[in-house]
């Protein structure tokens, strides 16, 4: 319906309103004189204009009531020319008003005629500063708006446009007209209308401005991209307090809304990465590391991650990566997706070597070592994406629609590769998408190294700590032995801890148990160096004290080597052994009947340190009683005094024990953290003394 087919609606007033309109504000004076100039009818806001009442005016000529005697002729000339048909007069004019001063009235004059041919004079009249003030703001306020950058609208309490301004026009690409006398959603089917007039009829029933509401949507003028408003709602009121409507104000802030936009996924990104140096590289170890990267990733920033290495990379193959077109070899180090969904099928197994050929996205993304985007991913691009046909089903019915596969670079070489999926996540993949993913990807790389290298080197010190340690130690006269050696768990080092068992002459044995300080492959080779010194010096048949004490010289002489040792020597004759110690926790000694004891020796100081006389100590080995060395890996914890620890040792060794084999498992179980931080050697060693009753 256009303006020009509006239908009276009815009778609008209501009898119990006080007037409020804007003929109330004007107060517009009525007075009509007769033929002769006199006073017959006098309305009310003449009174309030002129200050007579109408008892005081009617009857009387007008000239007389409300004009100075200068003006006299002048008016009676002007009212002889209306009533005889020459026009209506306006104008404004000095009114004298009843308490003596002159007031500037702005005039409507005009002859009416009755049915029986009489002529009467018809007199509108309002103040004219009023008028004038009124004029002012009307042409002020239609000025603002037709001129304002800010999108304005006027509906009626119908909800229909009754007024839109050229801003608005260009807002919405549709000229004013045809939004005049429609409603929001006749006019603008491409915006949300419910939410619009739902705000109007809030705004109408209470009269309480909505201000700043954000909204988004295309328009008419834009219908390819996304625009943002800052739409505020007010209740137009006329003066006397109706309601007559309610305004709209548009402003236009998609620039801003994208600059935020933009700033808000910068702070994500900054936070990502942020968060990726706490999350991602907690460890050594290469799988947990790729867990992290992909529990990083999903669900915030995918629906699916999988983290791959190169299978040259694992096997330690130094080569490039070929840039022919053979196939590429990937072993899954992690799969990670956000619900349940066949991409999980279609990945490849953890563990497991997957093979891609050189056109499949990945294998291209490792070998160029540059980030590839399908960033609307077709049923084309599944058979590049996905191993095989299968796969490329499993995607399918995943509704894979976005893919990203990412190079894990590390110190100029390329590992494996990151892949990434959207499929629940409406919203494709980005080249800011790629930039954050290339900086998580690229810190991951770094820690992925890392592991590798570790783990490499930690293989490479455990064999050799193996190499050096003796496999099966002989049982020699007159002594049971057992033994237990256990490597750092988790991903620590490898230590420098070590344990001998030689035999001497005069069926003696050395008891020796080591731990050099500090840990990976330097440790095991100074530890390497110190054993195979203490066999070569236990054959000289040397007191324990100066073979620690030549042991001391050749530490000082390997570079910063620091270690503990204590050394003991028995003899199953004598039913005796003696011990030093070099800064090392002291044995425990068990005899049958009696609580396991530690043994009260002189400590010494580490081996290394130099310039340090050791002392050896004899101890009575009578039949079943054992003597246990062990290092600080079993006993040391950083919860719990050393004490407290070593008293948990002896009580373990006060319960009954089948074997030396069993006691070696019940103090490693009780005591040994698993994922400690040190490696642990343990040697037990039960006598049987040849005596000559015995021998015999």
């Keep these: 319906m256009t303006a020009a087919e509006t239908r009276w609606p009815g009778p609008q007033g209501d009898p119990s309103r006080e007037p409020g309109g804007l003929l109330d504000v004007l107060g517009v004076a009525a007075v009509v004189l007769d033929a002769e100039g006199r006073i017959v009818l006098w309305s009310p806001q003449a009174e309030e204009l002129f200050g007579y009442t109408a008892p005081e005016a009617l009857g009387r000529p007008a000239a007389k009531v409300l004009v100075d005697e200068e003006h006299v002729a002048w008016v009676l000339s002007w009212f002889a020319r209306v009533m005889s048909g020459g026009g209506a007069w306006a104008g404004v004019f000095p009114v004298r ?10 005039f409507r004059n005009m002859r009416l005629e009755d049915g029986r041919g009489g002529h009467y004079a018809l007199l509108l009249a309002t103040d004219q500063a009023t008028l004038r003030g009124l004029e002012r703001d009307l042409a002020l306020s239609l000025r603002l708006v037709e001129q304002s950058p800010i999108g304005l609208a006027a509906v009626g309490t ?19 007209a045809q939004q005049i006398g429609r409603t929001v959603r006749e006019a603008l089917p491409f915006v949300d209308a419910e939410a619009i007039e739902t705000a109007m009829r809030t705004v109408l029933a209470t009269g309480t401005p909505l201000l700043d509401q954000f909204t988004s949507g295309r328009t008419e003028a834009d219908p390819n991209n ?45 936070t990502a990465i942020a968060d990726a140096s706490e999350r991602i590289g907690t460890t050594l170890d290469l799988d947990v590391t790729a867990r992290e990267l992909a529990d990083m990733l999903v669900p915030e920033f995918a629906d699916f991650a999988a983290v791959d290495v190169l299978d ?17 070899l990937f072993r899954a180090l992690a799969v990670k997706t956000a619900y349940a969904t066949p991409l999980v099928d279609a990945a490849d197994p953890v563990g497991e070597i997957a093979r891609y050929d050189a056109t499949r996205l990945v294998t291209r993304s490792v070998r160029s070592g540059r980030a590839l985007l399908v960033a609307h991913v077709t049923d084309a691009d599944l058979p590049r994406i996905a191993r095989d046909e299968a796969a490329a089903e499993l995607l399918k019915q995943a509704r894979t629609h976005s893919y990203m596969a990412m190079p894990l670079r590390a110190r100029g070489q390329v590992l494996g590769a990151l892949d990434l999926i959207r499929a629940r ?8 998408d790629v930039v954050l993913a290339t900086e998580l990807a690229a810190r991951a790389a770094v820690c992925i190294d890392n592991a590798r290298w570790y783990q490499r080197q930690r293989h490479a010190a455990l064999a050799l700590q193996r190499h050096l340690l003796p496999v099966r130690p002989p049982q020699p006269p007159g002594l049971e032995v057992a033994y237990r050696y256990q490597p750092a768990g988790g991903t620590s080092e490898v230590g420098g801890d070590w344990f001998d068992v030689i035999t001497l002459a005069g069926e003696k044995t050395a008891l020796v148990v080591g731990d050099v300080m500090g840990s990976g492959i330097n440790a095991a080779a100074a530890m390497g160096q110190l054993r195979t010194a203490a066999r070569t010096l236990a054959r000289l048949d040397l007191e324990p004290a100066a073979v620690l004490t030549h042991l001391d010289g050749i530490a000082a002489d390997l570079d910063e080597t620091i270690a503990t040792c204590v050394y003991a020597v028995y003899d199953p004759h004598r039913s005796s052994c003696r011990i030093a110690t070099a800064g090392h926790l002291p ?73 030396l084999e069993d006691t070696c498992d019940l103090l490693l179980d009780a005591l040994h953290h698993h ?22």
């Design 97 to 106: 008003h009843k308490d003596g001063y002159q007031r500037l009235t702005e």
């Design 158 to 176: 119908d909800l229909r446009y009754i007024l839109v301004n050229p801003a608005l026009e260009r807002i919405n690409g549709i000229p004013a």
């Design 226 to 270: 996304e625009h943002a408003w800052s739409v505020s709602y007010y209740r137009l009121d006329a003066p006397g307090g109706r309601v007559v409507g309610a305004a709209t104000s548009i402003v236009d802030i998609t620039e801003q809304h994208r600059s935020a936009l933009a700033a808000a996924a910068a702070r994500r990104r900054l």
């Design 312 to 328: 040259s990379v694992l096997n330690n193959s130094s080569a490039p990566a070929s840039r022919d077109g053979s196939p590429a």
């Design 425 to 432: 996540n409406p919203l494709p993949f980005t080249e800011d």
């Design 587 to 659: 044995p425990v000694h068990t005899r049958p009947g009696h609580a396991p004891r530690l043994l009260d020796l002189p400590t010494g100081t580490p081996l290394g340190v130099g310039g340090t006389t050791f002392e050896d100590v004899l101890l009575e080995l009578g039949e079943d009683d054992e003597l246990l060395l062990y290092t600080d890996g079993l006993v040391e914890t950083r919860d719990h005094a050393i004490d407290t620890r070593l008293r948990a040792l002896t009580d373990l060794l006060n319960r009954e024990r089948p074997s």
């Design 675 to 696: 994922d400690g931080s040190d490696d642990v050697a343990l040697l037990i060693a039960r006598a049987h003394p040849r005596t000559a009753s015995r021998d015999d």
